[in-house]
């Protein structure tokens, strides 16, 4: 199937759930972050669609003005086709289904964008920090983000110098 014909398929089966961008490529398609986890039911167990395999799953902060993003790339093994779903977020208050006991890989892919990003997949079975220790304060990959002077006493470098870190 091509991109238009995956779309096509999620609009014929769930009316309204795609979110029109202009700024999206041909393999992009945004879905409403309420309709999520239904939708990712749909995707994965529909045979003519048939994603079996969550290649990535990350997030994406679009800057101040912008929300965050939730971005999936889903894989059909048998039909040979791909598909990258956007889900924008709240930035003050970013939560969407999880989808890790759909697609068991998800369960580390959220673990870790939720430790940068600090968006919450909801219903997770184990949703904590994976990357940073779980007192860290803050998201290291947004863009707002401003990182400690120090953790437990201990100095957070900032920058490497030539001479080594400052």
Same mark, same amino acid.
């Given at each position: 199937?091509? &991109?238009?014909?995956?779309?096509?398929?999620?609009?014929?089966?769930?009316?309204?759930?795609?979110?029109?961008?202009?700024?999206?490529? *041909?393999?992009?398609?945004?879905?409403?972050?309420?309709?999520?986890?239904?939708?990712?039911?749909?995707?994965?167990?529909?045979?003519?669609?048939?994603?079996?395999?969550?290649?990535?799953?990350?997030?994406?902060?679009?800057?101040?003005?912008?929300?965050?993003?939730?971005? @999936?790339?889903?894989?059909?093994?048998?039909?040979?086709?791909?598909?990258?779903?956007?889900? &924008?977020?709240?930035?003050?208050?970013?939560?969407?289904?999880?989808?890790?006991?759909? +697609?068991?890989?998800? *369960?580390?892919?959220?673990?870790?964008?939720?430790?940068?990003?600090?968006?919450? @997949?909801?219903?997770?079975?184990?949703?904590?920090?994976?990357?940073?220790?779980? *007192? +860290?304060?803050? +998201?290291?990959?947004?863009?707002?983000?401003?990182?400690?002077?120090?953790?437990?006493?201990?100095?957070?470098?900032?920058?490497?110098?030539?001479?080594? +870190?400052?």
């Amino acid at each position: 199937m091509t &991109s238009a014909e995956i779309k096509a398929a999620i609009e014929s089966q769930h009316p309204g759930t795609i979110v029109e961008r202009e700024d999206l490529a *041909d393999h992009q398609v945004e879905l409403k972050r309420d309709q999520w986890l239904e939708m990712a039911t749909f995707l994965k167990n529909d045979p003519n669609l048939s994603f079996d395999q969550l290649e990535c799953l990350t997030g994406v902060d679009t800057g101040e003005e912008g929300p965050l993003e939730t971005r @999936y790339n889903l894989h059909s093994m048998e039909h040979r086709h791909k598909i990258e779903v956007v889900i &924008s977020h709240d930035r003050e208050n970013p939560k969407v289904a999880s989808i890790e006991q759909l +697609w068991r890989i998800g *369960d580390w892919f959220e673990r870790e964008t939720y430790d940068m990003y600090g968006i919450v @997949y909801e219903g997770h079975r184990d949703m904590r920090r994976i990357l940073c220790p779980d *007192d +860290w304060e803050g +998201w290291p990959l947004r863009k707002d983000y401003e990182g400690q002077e120090s953790y437990h006493g201990i100095v957070v470098p900032k920058m490497k110098e030539e001479d080594g +870190w400052e």
